[in-house]
């Protein structure tokens, strides 16, 4: 019984690590994160090889993969 729980436990943990996973891509110079899937929206994230500075223009709407997002937040 000790064994099924442990494993039980374990798949559990595994399972909520996949879910709190975001999905990242880039687009033009800026990268994103998934914020929901469902409403379609993204937010800039950062990116360690591309720092900004000085004035940018951030687009409203994005396309990756076929798929329309809205640029909600920067993250």
Request: proline share 1%; charged share 20%.
């Given at each position: ?9 374990t798949i ?22 998934i914020i ?5 929206e993204v ?33």
């Amino acid at each position: 019984m000790r064994t099924k729980k442990k494993w039980l436990a374990t798949i559990a943990v595994l399972l909520c690590c996949l879910a709190a996973k975001a999905e990242s891509f880039k687009v033009g110079d800026f990268c994103y994160n998934i914020i929901d899937s469902v409403a379609l929206e993204v937010e800039v994230a950062y990116n360690k090889d591309n720092q900004y500075s000085g004035e940018v223009s951030v687009p409203s709407t994005i396309v990756y993969d076929g798929t329309k997002y809205s640029v909600t937040s920067i993250g």
